[in-house]
């Protein structure tokens, strides 16, 4: 019995000494060996058995085996925190392949990890180019700028307005019955903005794009939404009159329009909605910004008339209908507005005594600075809209 127990201590002890003499050996080993070679070896091979093998042969001196190490390498490796576990077991199987992995299916991936890192998929962006100039339009000195208080009209025709008269005359957009009270369109759909951000499009011509999330539709979008957010219903015509051919694009939007008017008799205003386009003869662009909001480009109403020998009899009343508008929009945010221009054209605004030209910025804006003015503007209208009922 006594023998018996004395054998597990003796197999512990030499356990133990086969372990010592074995760090002791590694210690040695790296003292006089080349570490340099052995971690150059170590980056080169990282990802099988191989590279353990190779790691020994620099360090220890010891010839390759090209079927795995020997008990005496894995012991030695064993004892090293940095290359311990780079192997398996003896008796693991057949060696580790020294292929790539496989790559993973979508269903492998996690999504959480996944999400916005293929690069197929990010959002386009740019910058807005330098060199764009940006200027808050306000009346000027020429005879052609008639102003009075809050309201200011760039006239292009012959005739003589009387602001205040006109102003004292605006009609109330109050609307009765049921159906949309506003309809919205837009004869140049496709106008657009300067590229900036993710407001990234495909041209259908210069500053022009049929994406309906960046032209006019998106603008036109964007106002509709605070109408309704007002309790006002609206129409919203997103027909691209001006595409595939820009020419006689009011022709058509005249056509569409007054189709909608006769399907809708409750539509107390048109605002078919524009961007306008400002560059000097060098070819400097310029943008038209609000200079009392942040980020916000300037609206201009151009009004028609029947000075160019069309019929219009009730240009003035369209005519007077901006300019509360403006005088409204004046008291809230002062230089938001542009001059009111009007010109020898009717634009089509013959439909209605309630119909509005908007050019929202210019071609140099940004789709985010004119989406800021279009809301206001909506908003501005849209409380005077209610205040009328």
């Not at 160019?308 to 409204?328: R, T």
């Amino acid at each position: 019995m006594r023998k018996k127990r004395t054998r597990p201590l003796l197999r512990g002890l030499r356990m133990g000494l086969a372990v010592f003499v074995a760090v002791l050996a590694a210690w040695i080993l790296w003292l006089v060996g080349d570490p340099a070679a052995a971690l150059a070896e170590l980056f080169h091979m990282m990802d099988s058995a191989q590279t353990a093998t190779a790691l020994l042969s620099a360090e220890l001196g010891v010839p390759r085996q090209e079927d795995g190490l020997s008990p005496w390498d894995r012991l030695v490796l064993a004892q090293s925190s940095l290359l311990g576990g780079v192997i398996a077991p003896p008796e693991s199987g057949p060696p580790p392949s020294t292929d790539p992995p496989p790559t993973p299916t979508p269903e492998a991936i996690d999504p959480i990890e996944a999400e916005g890192e293929d690069e197929d998929n990010l959002p386009l962006t740019t910058t807005a180019p330098e060199g764009i100039i940006a200027k808050t339009m306000v009346a000027g000195t020429s005879a052609k700028y008639i102003t009075s208080g809050n309201i200011s009209v760039y006239n292009h025709t012959d005739y003589s307005v009387d602001v205040d008269a006109l102003f004292a005359a605006a009609p109330a957009l109050s609307g009765e019955g049921e159906g949309p009270k506003v309809l919205i369109y837009h004869s140049h759909a496709t106008e657009a903005y300067t590229m900036d951000g993710t407001d990234v499009y495909q041209e259908s011509d210069s500053y022009r794009t049929l994406d309906n999330e960046r032209n006019m539709v998106r603008v036109g979008e964007e106002m509709k939404a605070v109408f309704e957010a007002a309790g006002i219903e609206v129409l919203h015509d997103t027909t691209l009159y001006d595409y595939p051919s820009y020419n006689d694009a009011y022709a058509r939007s005249l056509e569409g329009v007054s189709a909608l008017l006769k399907e809708n008799p409750s539509v107390v205003l048109l605002l078919d909605v524009h961007r306008d386009a400002l560059a000097a003869e060098d070819g400097t662009i310029y943008k038209a910004v609000a200079g009392s909001v942040d980020n916000c480009a300037q609206v201009m109403m151009v009004l028609g008339s029947d000075a160019g020998g069309q019929v219009h009899p009730n240009w003035k009343v369209n005519l007077s209908l901006a300019m509360s508008i403006q005088d409204a929009i004046a008291r809230k945010w002062s230089t938001l507005a542009r001059p009111i221009v009007l010109r020898t054209s009717r634009f089509n605004q013959h439909l209605s005594t309630g119909s509005i030209l908007v050019e929202v910025g210019t071609h140099g804006n940004t789709l985010q600075e004119a989406i800021t003015a279009a809301r206001l503007y909506a908003r501005t209208v849209a409380d005077l809209m209610n205040q009328a009922q």
